[in-house]
């Protein structure tokens, strides 16, 4: 009888807690990842906004100078070849006809190319007019909320289906943004002549495709409802805007502006001044600690294109006691470009009193470029003073 043979079971040797822990760490991420897919697909708008967000930050840092010249020839040829898509696009809705062969699948993208050639253009202007807006102003408050609404328009479906209504007044402002520092880059001054003259050639820009577009259509009526009437009216708006003083003033934009107790040139430029207490948020003293002979110094430093020559002007108002500003004075600077560092000028006030003042940058044509508010106080020490040291 043969001897009996045990079996031992073999036994998986248990896994370290390390790898459980991985496991299920990669199972969670997994859930997660399924559901925010699921919570995106219920919910698309959220990825377009979230793309756009990322497109406006990526511009901000590559849109370096307004004045580059390769960065005008492609908004340029943009703008030339939305108004030629948008005039093929008015013909094929129209006739109905469907191209075919090669030029059929190359029109059948147009919805995306136009999509894509506004979003490029509207991201290039929400930066320019956001570099050249003041937070405290009406431009910030109106303009930009009023710009960031056309590019909402231009991604939400609903608004892209209205076809050549959406897309003709969005050009029409797209061509009026273009020009309207387009001509100040080539002029080298800011004018309010300019501005309307920019809104003259993108006028006639509108007429003239609605020109060619009666070469498509018999039916007038639908061509100008369609096509002209929206784009006078982004222009009449435009020009309230801009001399109700909410326009952005570009291709100009303030780079910095402080307040000093001293200003000093050796190597660079030295600027003194006394802080009251830890007010990390003030551009140098805001708070200002008056002795008597100091010196209430604003400096900035102001961008300008290349080939700009033009005079700004820096208004001091003080607050009286009924609350009331009143302007004490308006002095004029000449502004000219200094390389992409930007152009440096101050302006100082000898005779003040104690309270709240505020100092005003206007450009040529009156639009705000920059302010700041400052409290004067009177100190009474006679202690020695350090001042912290700020080199621009």
Known sequence: MEPETKVEAQTEPARPRFFKRIQ???????????????????????????????????DLLLLKSIDSVPMLLQQGSYVALLAVLILLDHHYCLTKVVPKRWWGRLLSRRDWVIHFLFGSLFNAFFVFYFRASVVSSLS??????????????????LFRNLGPLMRMALWSFTCTSFWAYLLPLLLGFL???????????????????????????????????????????????????YFSGVVPPVPLSLKWIGV????????????LFLRD??????????????????????????????????????????????????????????????????????TYKANYAPGEWKVEVLTADARLLGNIGIEVLPDSSTQPREFSLDKR
Request: glycine fraction near 6%; include cysteine.
């Open 191 to 241: 004018s309010a002549w300019l501005f309307v003259l920019a809104v003259f050639l993108s006028t006639a820009s509108v007429l003239g495709l609605w020109y060619l577009s009666m070469h498509f259509t018999d039916d007038a009526k639908w061509n100008f409802w369609r096509a002209v009437a929206p784009s006078l009216g982004i222009q009449l708006l435009l020009l309230l805007l």
């Open 277 to 346: 207490g830890f007010r990390f948020w003030e551009h140098g003293a805001q708070t200002f600690l008056a002795r008597p002979k100091d010196k209430l110094n604003v400096w900035m430093r102001i961008f300008a294109p290349k080939r700009f020559k033009d005079n700004i002007y820096v208004a001091w108002h003080h607050k009286n006691a009924q609350g009331q500003w009143i302007q004490t004075d308006h002095i004029q600077l000449q502004l000219r470009h200094s390389g992409q560092t930007g152009w440096t000028g101050h």
């Open 24 to 58: 299920k760490t990669a199972f969670s991420i997994k859930s997660t990842y399924a559901n925010g897919r699921a919570w995106l697909k219920r919910r698309p708008w959220v990825l377009d906004a979230g793309f756009f967000f990322l497109g406006f930050c990526f």
């Open 140 to 157: 910030f408050l109106i303009f930009i909320p009023f710009l960031a609404v056309l590019l909402a328009l231009n991604e939400l479906p």
């Open 260 to 271: 000093y107790h001293d200003v000093r040139k050796a190597d660079g430029t030295e600027l």
